[in-house]
């Protein structure tokens, strides 16, 4: 995997259980640890970038999290994004709190002059929580039937808001939705 940093969403521990479930399933299959190996954590991407100032990016992400408010969320399919890194992801239904939430991160981000990357605008972004990746072309089809046992939709919160270095993923800082306490 490539190095970098990422803004991602959290959800709340209940939605991340359900999702940490599906991602137990993959590796108990055998079809693909790579999520856990790297450390990572349920999530979606909101933005990445392999150069980027994290220190600028803490006051951005900080004043926007303290007007926002925790962002329901529902996970009701599953898809795969048609890339070498052969990922699979539970998708979100793309709702306007969402991506508002998610078009205002990027104008705050502008605002300070920093690039937003082809597929991280707002035009552009498809918001997934990834769920395996690397998974080998031959198992794609039993992977998906896995996770087709779940059962969809998983509904819950987004509720914190972090950067994150890769990899492996290691958390710079990360704030609640709604308040500006640091968790």
């Known amino acids: 995997m490539s190095e970098g940093y990422a803004i991602e969403l959290y959800f709340d521990p209940a939605l991340e259980n359900q999702v940490l479930k599906a991602w137990n399933v993959v590796?108990?299959?055998?079809?693909?640890?790579?999520?856990?190996?790297?450390?990572?954590?349920?999530?979606?991407?909101?933005?990445?970038?392999?150069?980027?100032d994290p220190s600028k990016l803490e006051n951005i992400v900080k004043g926007f999290?303290?007007?926002?408010?925790?962002?329901?969320?529902s996970f009701g399919s599953i898809g795969s994004l048609p890339n070498d890194n052969n990922v699979l992801f539970l998708a979100p239904t793309p709702t306007l709190p969402l991506l508002q939430f998610?078009?205002?991160?990027?104008?705050?981000?502008?605002?300070?002059g920093?690039?937003?990357?082809?597929?991280?605008r707002p035009d552009s972004w498809i918001p997934f929580c990834?769920?395996?990746?690397?998974?080998?072309?031959?198992?794609?089809?039993e992977a998906f039937t896995v996770l087709r046992d779940l059962?969809?939709?998983v509904t819950g919160y987004a509720m914190d808001i972090g950067l994150v270095e890769y990899s492996p993923v290691r958390e710079l800082f990360s704030f609640v939705l709604g308040n500006s306490v640091e968790s």
């Open 27 to 52: 590796a108990r299959r055998q079809i693909s640890t790579h999520l856990i190996e790297i450390e990572s954590r349920p999530h979606i991407t909101l933005f990445s970038s392999p150069f980027i």
């Open 65 to 73: 999290a303290s007007k926002q408010d925790p962002l329901p969320l």
């Open 102 to 112: 998610h078009f205002q991160l990027c104008d705050a981000m502008k605002r300070e």
């Open 114 to 120: 920093i690039e937003i990357g082809e597929e991280y």
């Open 130 to 141: 990834p769920v395996a990746e690397e998974v080998p072309k031959n198992r794609m089809a």
């Open 151 to 153: 059962k969809l939709p």
